[in-house]
């Protein structure tokens, strides 16, 4: 890699963290490609992303950005879980974690506050911002739904009433 790829990257790595909302420090133990393809995939699946990074690059990237704090967890083979979504690659490292012991995570940061393994896997459970948002949207339409169905109640009692007295007379 020559200097102007390698400014190149940098450039790209901070523009990725003027974006997102969470980064994600993992550990690579040996994983194969195949299943560093599968977790790419599942990460794409929910919004994130993850990419290998050289430590050198990635803290010349982090230098004047809220994630400075991570710069102490680029020891040794990491990679970079990033996703605009505070939750989405925190769940999916966690997860793909608990099925592959070659992967492990490190910790990570949402914005300027630093997260140990354990905050990474707390943040992982919470619901996702997609999540959050049918949940919110769901509260606002019930109270909406009782109102209508109290509204319509006392009209339709009327119609059965009238409808019962209709049949009876006409027997």
């Given at each position: 890699?020559?200097?102007?790829?390698?400014?190149?990257?940098?450039?790209?790595?901070?523009?990725?963290?003027?974006?997102?909302?969470?980064?994600?420090?993992?550990?690579?133990?040996?994983?194969?490609?195949?299943?560093t393809t599968a977790l790419r995939v599942k990460m794409r699946e929910?919004?994130?992303?993850?990419?290998?990074?050289?430590?050198?690059?990635?803290?010349?990237?982090?230098?004047?950005?809220?994630?400075?704090?991570?710069?102490?967890?680029?020891?040794?083979?990491?990679?970079?879980?990033?996703?605009?979504?505070?939750?989405?690659?925190?769940?999916?490292?966690?997860?793909?974690?608990?099925?592959?012991?070659?992967?492990?995570?490190?910790?990570?940061?949402?914005?300027?506050?630093?997260?140990?393994?354990?905050?990474?896997?707390?943040?992982?459970?919470?619901?996702?911002?997609?999540?959050?948002?049918?949940?919110?949207?769901?509260?606002?339409?019930?109270?909406?739904?009782?109102?209508?169905?109290?509204?319509t109640a006392p009209a339709a009692k009327l119609a059965r009433v009238?409808?019962?007295?209709?049949?009876?007379?006409?027997?």
């Open positions: 890699m020559d200097r102007s790829q390698k400014a190149d990257a940098v450039a790209a790595l901070n523009a990725t963290f003027g974006e997102v909302g969470v980064v994600v420090v993992t550990r690579n133990l040996g994983m194969t490609v195949a299943q929910a919004g994130a992303s993850f990419k290998v990074s050289k430590n050198s690059l990635a803290k010349l990237a982090i230098a004047d950005t809220d994630y400075a704090g991570i710069g102490d967890m680029l020891i040794g083979p990491v990679a970079l879980a990033t996703s605009v979504d505070p939750v989405a690659a925190a769940k999916v490292a966690v997860e793909f974690a608990k099925t592959n012991d070659k992967l492990e995570v490190v910790g990570g940061a949402m914005g300027a506050v630093l997260l140990d393994a354990e905050g990474i896997k707390a943040l992982a459970s919470m619901p996702s911002l997609d999540e959050m948002r049918a949940k919110l949207i769901g509260l606002v339409q019930a109270p909406a739904t009782k109102l209508a169905q109290l509204a009238f409808g019962a007295y209709a049949t009876k007379e006409a027997a």
